[in-house]
C-alpha cells in the first residue's frame, strides 16, 4: 500500500539482485553488498610459488608454461654465468633433469638460441637442505646435508651461504647474515627446501654467480591467471655486490611494454647466508624482474590472480597437489595431505641420481 516500485536499495532483494542491505548497500572494501545489488566479486586465493617438485641441480624455464602459467626466465651480467638453452626431454627423463638441456649431455629438439647475455636462459634449482659435497666424516656429512652432485674434496664445490637454516639453528647455513638472533636471521618455521639461483659456469655442482649478478623474470600467462597481484618475494643471501648494493624489483603491468616506474622497488642487502622477505602490493602485473648486483636466490614468490580456476596448482606442484578453492570441501586436496618426503625429498640423488651424468 506505500505505491513505491521496488528499487535496489529499498533492502528487498528482487529479481535481477544479487543482494540487497538497503542503507548498508557500499561500495567500500569489505562490503557485502554493492550499491547496484551485485555481490562483490570473489577475490582469488593467493598462489604460493616455489620450487620443491624441480629436480635438486636442475633447471627451469619454460617447463611451468602449461600447467602453472608461468616462464621463468634467468639472465646473467657477463661470461660468468651460465644460462642453459632448454631442448626436449629424453624418453623417461623428467622435466628440469640436466638431461633436457641442450648443453647438457644433448637434449634433443634444441631451441634456435644461444645461452647468453642477451637472450637469457633457465634459471638452476638450488638445493637449501644439501648446499655442498661435504665429507663423509663431518657432522653436515652425517645429518645429511651432502649433496652428491658436489665433490667433498673440494671445499669450494658448492655454496652454503645458500643453506637453510643456518647453522645456528640446525641447519648447514653458513654466513654471518644468518645468525640466529641478527635481523635477516636464517631460522625459518617451515623448511625452505629448493631456490633458484643464477649459475656460475658449466658446472655439475650447483652454485650461484657472485657480482655482478643477473636477473631472474616471472612471467605470467594473462590468459590463464589474467593479470596478478603480487605480495611477496623471499630471498636468501643477498650479498657480495660492492658497496653493499641492494638487488631491484620492477613490474610491468598488464597492456604496458616497460615496467611501471612508480612501482620499481629497492629490496634489502642482507650478508651472507640472510633470509628476508620483502612485502609488496603490486596489481595487475603480467611480468616480475629481480635483478641481484651479486649472489643471491629466489626462494619463493606469492601473487594472487584475477582469474580464479577450480583446480589451483600451489607451491610448485604439478598436476596433483591441489587445494580447495571453490569452498566445497569435496573436489580437491589440501596440500597440508602431502607428506614432507614427497616436498623435500631426504637427498638430492632421490630425485636427482648422480649416476645421470
Not at 624418453?91 to 628440469?96: E, N, R
Not at 663423509?136 to 674434496?153: D, L
Not at 603491468?253 to 629497492?266: A, D, Q
Not at 604439478?318 to 566445497?328: A, R, W, Y
Request: glycine share 14%; net charge negative.
Amino acid at each position: 500500500n506505500n505505491c513505491k516500485l521496488p528499487r535496489c536499495g529499498d533492502g528487498i532483494k528482487q529479481s535481477g539482485e544479487e543482494c540487497d542491505e538497503g542503507n548498508n548497500n557500499s561500495n567500500s572494501a569489505g562490503s557485502t553488498c554493492k550499491t547496484n545489488c551485485k555481490k562483490p566479486p570473489t577475490e582469488c586465493p593467493i598462489e604460493v610459488l616455489d620450487f620443491n617438485d624441480l629436480p635438486s641441480g636442475g633447471f627451469i624455464y619454460d617447463e611451468w608454461w602449461g600447467s602453472k602459467g608461468v616462464k621463468i626466465i634467468a639472465k646473467q651480467s657477463n661470461s660468468a654465468g651460465y644460462t642453459p638453452r632448454p631442448g626436449q626431454c629424453p624418453s623417461g627423463v623428467p622435466k628440469g633433469h640436466l638431461k633436457c638441456y641442450c648443453d647438457y649431455n644433448g637434449g634433443t629438439s634444441c631451441r634456435n638460441w644461444r645461452p647468453d647475455v642477451g637472450s637469457g636462459g633457465a634459471a638452476r634449482v638450488f638445493s637449501t637442505d644439501q648446499p655442498k659435497g661435504y665429507k663423509s666424516n663431518t657432522w653436515q656429512y652425517r645429518k645429511g646435508f651432502h649433496n652428491s652432485m658436489c665433490n667433498p674434496n673440494n671445499g669450494s664445490d658448492g655454496d652454503d651461504d645458500l643453506g637453510s637454516p643456518h647453522t645456528s639453528c640446525g641447519g648447514p647455513g653458513v654466513g654471518s647474515g644468518g645468525q640466529k638472533g641478527t635481523t635477516y636471521e636464517n631460522c625459518p618455521s617451515n623448511k625452505i627446501g629448493n631456490v633458484l639461483i643464477i649459475q656460475e659456469g658449466k658446472k655439475t655442482c650447483p652454485d650461484d654467480i657472485g657480482e655482478p649478478g643477473g636477473s631472474i623474470t616471472f612471467e605470467f600467462d594473462t590468459s590463464m591467471h589474467g593479470g596478478v597481484d603480487v605480495t611477496l618475494g623471499r630471498f636468501i643471501d643477498i650479498d657480495d655486490a660492492s658497496g653493499r648494493v641492494n638487488p631491484t624489483l620492477d613490474f610491468w603491468e598488464v597492456g604496458k611494454s616497460n615496467p611501471t616506474s612508480s612501482l620499481h622497488k629497492t629490496t634489502q642487502y642482507t650478508g651472507g647466508n640472510g633470509l628476508y622477505d620483502e612485502t609488496f602490493t603490486a596489481n595487475n602485473i603480467k611480468r616480475v624482474k629481480v635483478t641481484f648486483p651479486g649472489s643471491g636466490c629466489i626462494a619463493e614468490i606469492r601473487f594472487r590472480p584475477s582469474k580464479c580456476p577450480s583446480r589451483r596448482l600451489l607451491r610448485g606442484q604439478d598436476e596433483d597437489v591441489l587445494v580447495d578453492s571453490n569452498g566445497t570441501g569435496s573436489e580437491e586436496e589440501p596440500l597440508e595431505s602431502y607428506s614432507d618426503s614427497v616436498l623435500y625429498p631426504e637427498s638430492a640423488s632421490d630425485m636427482f641420481p648422480v649416476d645421470a651424468y
